[in-house]
């Protein structure tokens, strides 16, 4: 089983929909939580950092990590056709912050 | 300002060759990571260089994988007698100093490797 669990999707949504991407993982050691936007043949883009457990906001983006439930959560407000990617969710912990562990990423497509 | 530069774009080879990837780091950028990208997959970790040395090499999957970083900034991930399950694209990131989970990686566009 891989520590970090994300469904890779499709998902196709309309244009203004609400998204929600979520990840799993198994490792209670992580406390260092983000998102990753990539899009095709490019590199990973951070769009969201988030420590330890709680929400945080930054525009039409939510992150969300509960860390109880080993569960952490990307909204996505009015989407766009622009926000079409992969979006990848990856962890650290102590002793190992350097060391990022990503989930498998999953494919969004926003539609006209 | 520059991001992370990673050069070649593609990269062609036969099994069995040895190939080298390129990663220019962000100036002033300390730590430098490698990330290897299966098709499908997210990025799984090979190495990480604090300065010239490297600080965490437990991703690297093999003794055929090797990396350096000599003058501490551009650093060179160098595979021998490459197999066909070699070819992805390799992803490297820089931080301003590493080893701190709130720090943000940068990343490169990467190498697709193609291992015939």
């Known amino acids: 089983q891989k520590e970090v669990e994300q469904d890779p999707g499709p998902l196709s949504v309309p244009e203004g929909a609400i998204v929600s991407l979520n990840c799993t993982y198994s490792n209670s050691a992580f406390q260092y939580f983000m998102w990753y936007r990539q899009y095709s043949r490019k590199g990973p883009e951070l769009l969201m950092y988030?420590?330890?457990?709680g929400n945080k906001e930054d525009g039409r983006f939510t992150a969300q990590v509960d860390k109880s439930s080993k569960y952490i959560s990307l909204f996505i407000r009015d989407s766009q056709p622009s926000d079409s990617a992969t979006y990848l969710c990856a962890m650290s912990g102590p002793g190992t912050a350097s060391k990022l562990t990503f989930g498998t990423g999953t494919r969004l497509q926003v539609t006209l | 300002g520059a991001g992370v530069s990673q050069t070649p774009s593609n990269k062609v080879t036969e099994k069995g060759k040895y190939v080298e990837l390129r990663c220019d780091p962000i100036s002033g950028h300390t730590a430098l990571y490698w990330y290897r990208q299966s098709l499908g997959q997210g990025p799984e970790f090979l190495i990480y260089f604090q300065g010239t040395g490297a600080a965490d090499d437990s991703g690297l999957p093999n003794d055929r994988f090797f990396a350096v970083r000599p003058e501490g900034s551009v650093s060179t991930l160098k595979i021998q007698r490459t197999e066909r399950g070699d070819s992805a694209v390799y992803l490297c990131a820089s931080s301003l100093s590493g080893g701190m989970g709130e720090e943000t990686q940068y990343f490169g566009p990467g190498t697709r490797l193609l291992v015939l």
């Open positions: 988030t420590y330890s457990s």
